[in-house]
Structure formats: C-alpha cells, structure tokens
C-alpha cells in the first residue's frame, strides 16, 4: 500500500525535476474567484500532481492546474480544483489562520531564496479561508503556533519550524463551480523577502487537500514521511524578472479601554484610559527588514488557555503577540519547551507574571547572502519608584537586546551564535544589574534521512547588590540530538544537560540542574486494512538525573497510534514512571508529597472521531499511580460546527488525586478533585469578520474567566478589536501562588474585566 514516487520526477539526488513559469502580464486580474480574466490564458498551468496520501506516488484521484502570472508588484495563482462530485467539496472552517487538513483546501509554498530552510506559506478552502506561516529548518524543530499541515513530526516551542501566527498583507477569493472550485491569489512582492537580482528563481510546490478521502495530493512529489515544508524536494518557479519593491509600512494603532482591578484595587472605581502607538516596517533590502515599534500594545491577542499542572516543573505558553512573530524561528535556539534560550514572551512581563509596559523597540532580520541576522532591542518601563527603594519598585525598567547570526553550509545544515543581554536601565535601585546569555548552534544533515543538532550556552548574572556575579562555571547548557528518518522507520536519541547555576532570564527553562538522555524508535505500517490507513507503533524513553546521579525523573512509553481513512485516531498507551524526590512539594494546597522514590504505571489513551464531521468528539484517560498513591484524570470534548462559519467546542476534564496520609505529623499526602471546564464558539461572518469567546472554569482554584472577542480584519492581521474579558477568584485563592494552575499572562489572566477598543491600520506612504 503506498508507492515510492514517480522515477520521473524525482533526480538521483532525491530533488524533485518540477518546473513551473510565471507569465509577466501588465496588469492583474479582478480578484474574485473566477479565472474568467482573459491574462489566464498567457499562463502555461502546472498540473499532474500527484498523492502524497495515502497511495504515495500515484496520480491524484481529482485534477488540479495551478497557474501563475506577475506584474512588477504583485504575483497572481489561479488554481483549478476540478472535482467529479462537487455537491460533496467539504469545508469546516472560514477563520483566518485555521487547520487546513480538515476541509477541502489548496496550499502552496515559496521558498524565496532557493536555501532550501526558509519559505513562505499561503492557503485557502472553497469559503476563502487565509492561511499564511513563515517556515524555518524546513518546518522542523519548535514553532509559535501548532502543528505542520499532515505533518508526523512534532512541532514545539517557542519560534522554529512552522510560525503560522505571522499574517502578511495578500488577499484570495474563491468560488464553487459544476466543475470543482477556484481560488484566485494576489500576494504583493512586498510581502514577500527575496534577494536582489532581476531574475528569480524560487522553490516551489503545491498540495491539495481532498478531505472526504483524507487525500493529500502534492504537484512535487515528497516522501510520506515529510511534508510540504520538506523545501529541498520543492520544484522551481522560473520566469519572475523582477525586483525587491521598496517596503516602507506604517501602521499606527489607537486604543480605548475601561477596566477593573479585583486583585490590586477590588473596590476601586472602573479606570478609562486611551492611548496610541506605531509600528514601522521598512525594508533595507529586499531580503533584509527594518521593524520599530512604539508604546507597543497586544489587547488584541487571545488570552491563554488553561493548563493543569501535577509536576514541580515550569509550563510552556507560547508567545502569540504580533510583533515578535516576524522571523521568529531564526530567534529559536535551544531544546523547544525545554532550554529555550530565547523566549520573547520574558520581554513586557516581570516575574510575578505581572504584564510590564513596553516603551519600544526595533528589530532587524532577514538575510544576506547564506547569512541569517537577526537584531532586537526592546525596552520596558518602570513601575513603581525604583529610584527610591526596593520595596517601591514592582518592576525596574529593563532593556532587552538579542542579536542572532547563523550561516547555511549546505542544503540541510547550518552553524550560528546568539547574545542574549537583560540590562536594567535607569537610576533606580537595580541600575547595572544584567542578564546576558551566550549560545552557539548547529544543525548538519547527511542525506535525506539524517540530521543532528546540537547547542552549548552560557550564562552571566550580576547583582549590584551582591557587588560580583552570581554564577561560576556551572552556568552552562549543551546538548546533542540525532534522527533518523524513513517511510516505514524513524529513530531518534539525544543528551542534553543543564548547570547548576545556567540562568537564562529571556528564555524559558522547564527544569533545573540535570542531565538527561532520550531514545525513540517508531514504525510506520500499513496493512491492507478495510478503511484503514496506518499503525504507528513506538517506544520512547526518557530520563533525568541530577548532576550528582540522583535519578529524578525516567518515563518509558508505549504506544501504537491507528489512524482510520476518514481521520478517527486512537492510541493506546502505557508508561511506567519514576519520580525521585529529595524534597518535599506542595502538589495541591493543603497536600504535599513527601521526598522518596516512587516508581508508577498508567495507561494514557486518546481517541478522536473524525473531526471533519458535522460533530466529533475527543476524549482521553490517565489513570495510574501517582508518587505511592493514585490520579485518574478523564477528558471529553464535544465538537460542532454548521458549515465553514460557526463552530463549537466543550470540553470537560475531571482529575482526582488520592495519596496516603503519612509523616510523623500525618504532614504528608491528601485527596483532592478538580474540574476543568473549557467552551469555545466562533462564529465567521466572512473570512474576515469574526466573534470568538472562550470560557474557562477552574474548579481546582475555582476561578472563572471569559474572553469575547470580534474582529473585522483588513490586512496583515489589522482592522478593528473590541475585546472584553473577565476573570473571576470566587473563593479568594491567590492564583499566583498556586501551585497547581500555573497562570498565563496575556490580557485577561489578571482578576478584574476590562473592556478594550483597538483600530490599527496599514499605510504605504509610497
């Protein structure tokens, strides 16, 4: 089941031998998803695609033909989705940004420097739906913003691999017909990054989605085990005789706000506030951007979802605020969620997760030549009178600055460095005190089916008030990782360790002072099964010692993953766990494990239905034993949606913990329940035009919030925001101190309701 791809379309080297040419015309087409234009017919179209799932390598089932024209400013993609059962297109979502492996949908990528790492991507369904990302490592490693298109390879952290949160200036229109669907495309060159030279030539490569088959069809064929993101077998786009536009992008924002604070001023009256800020985006060269900001402002983002959390370890939230989304993966150095040593969420919060005023800031990014740069400085205010004492100054003012290089030595592998410097600023109390991290990268692939990271970092920390700096010679982190990756196999090991004093204040550290070793070995099976698609059976193991050998942590998992044609997925695992604990910890208020080494099984199972119907459900179990006693852990979640515009989700986890009572003052061990309750409703007027709400209940710190949100988008993620949010501590827990629910701190984490307001739009001056 499944063929290796066409001989003819694939090289010896394993690259594809797909051409394709854009017509140069004078003037574009009407965007209106119809290729009725007469300048469609100079387009000469790329078709035969060809299936990347599930029979890999065979002609696709429906056709497609992709064509491509140009004027000096702009690129316009014309593509034909013919389909013998048009009655039957399915679509599930019209919101900007959404999954497209759950509805009919068309993508495309444009690796715009031929370095087969970096590239562009830009998709849509029947209903218009705008997808865009930036890609980085060919989609590998972490990312700001969920998991690649039909990918198999996780996609974490905290900006590498896919940043599908970036939105660019483009537009598409759609339409169904008798004969299919049609997508019409205007992506200005502006939006785009490539070097100066008057002729082009781009990587390329396109896939369709053709969901009531689960059929991934892709026009450069790409082994299964990758995706589209797998740019060193994209095919070339040949004919574009142009040149980089100048790029010169104001976008000035006002915003209105009324709020309450429950935690700092409970009976305080509603406070107003107005404001204004402006980012600028101008482009040096045509591979090279300039970005400032000032008064910078993200009332628009979506507050965080909740996260349970029954370990002494840090949660990740990934970053989600606009300007530090451009380019993000060429910031991203370190073991995604793990040792991030870059994590720009650390700028505009303080420690206690208060949200800090940002002043400004400028970054600097893009290429030249084989040479990624990456430059930001970033700074923040002061609050409270630092200049008096410490016990006035919340927060001093600080000054963040990161400078990124990395330099491409071949297809697949590069070598970089990055400094990372937290300074406060001022004359305040903290003036000189500073942060500052040294890390140096690479990445080396051998072939098609190998590659290696590695990282070693450094830190240095001074405190005036300790007159020296903190830290010595154990303020360190390296690590090193290999895959190995085929169709039917993929195997991968990894040791990374951390220092005793490695203190790296803009990144993000999950846990402290260890060494640790990881393995996995997976197989990829496909029986010839009624109505099924492939096995995944696997093992993982992973282990953490302290840097005296104490073992504080192993988990050795089982699991076969069964995926069935129409998306239903269950996976059925097993892991036996280890915890070794020196010391006490608080695990829930009022319960605290006791130190000792305790060694546990669960079963963790998952299971989906297929979420492309017109209501699916996702429910899970965790139940095994917990430290010496036992947690069982139980989720549910219901799905509906009514067409490509309204869509709903709840769902229900319920967690009960039961450890002994023990200690010589019965200090140790407890019950507890709690319940997480989460409901989303999106409702999509247009693509453009939406209301979001999002309620969370928080049984375990009972707390409720709520976060409403309507957006009439124009371009590049700008238009008008009204946001209005509200947290609520009905028993009167401090949150911040909870051990067990971890806040986020995006607008509306805080206690209190607020009501905002926010315009911000693009002008190009010329």
Known sequence: MGQAPNPAEVSVEGKSNRRATAAYIESGPVIDGKLDDAVWKQAVPASDFVQHEPYEGRPATERTEVYLLYTQKELFVGVMCHDSEPSRILVTQSERDSD???TDSFWMVFDTFRDTQNGFVFGTNPLGLEFDAQISQEGQGG??????????????????????????NWEVATSITEEGWVAEFRIPFSTLRFQGSKQQVWGVNFARNIRRRNEQDYWSPVPRQWDLYRLTMAGELHGLGIEPPVNFI?????????????????LGDAVRRGDTGVDV?????????LDLTYNTDFAQVEVDEQQVNLTRFNLFFPEKRPFFLENAG?????????VDLFFSRRIGIDRSGIAVPILGGARLSGKAGR??????????????????SRQQCLTPGNNFSVARINREIG???????IFINKEASGTGIDSGNYNRIFGLDTRIGIGEAFRANGYFAKTATFREQLGEEAFDGSDYAFSISGEHSTRVTRFNAGYREVGRNFNPEVGFLQRRAYRSWNAAAWGFLRPDWPSFREARPHVTYTAFYNLEGFKESDNLHMDSHFDWENGTHFSPAVNITFEGLKQPFQIFPGVTVPPGEFRNAEIAWRYNSNLSAPVSVDAGVDAGGLYRGTQQTYFLGVNARKGGNFNASVSFTHTRVDLPIEGPLREFGGKFDFNLVRARINYSFTPRMFLQSLLQYNEGGDNWSTNLRFGWLNTAGTGLFIVYSETQDIRGIDLSVDPLFRRSVLPGDSMGRSLVIKFTREFRPF
């Open 330 to 338: 060429l910031f991203a150095v370190g073991s995604p969620r793990q």
């Open 371 to 388: 040479w990624n740069l990456g430059f930001l400085n970033m700074q923040t205010e002061e609050v409270g009178d630092c200049a008096v």
């Open 143 to 168: 990312t700001a913003g969920g998991p690649a298109l039909g990918s198999r390879t996780a996609q974490a952290g905290s900006g590498g691999g896919l940043n599908k949160n970036w939105d660019g």
């Open 411 to 417: 297809a697949r592998s590069s070598v970089g460095g």
């Open 100 to 102: 497209l492996t759950n």
């Open 281 to 289: 985006k101008y482009g040096l060269t045509g591979s090279l951007t």
């Open 250 to 266: 104001v976008t000035p924002y006002f915003i209105g706000s009324i709020g309450q604070d429950f935690e700092g001023n409970p």
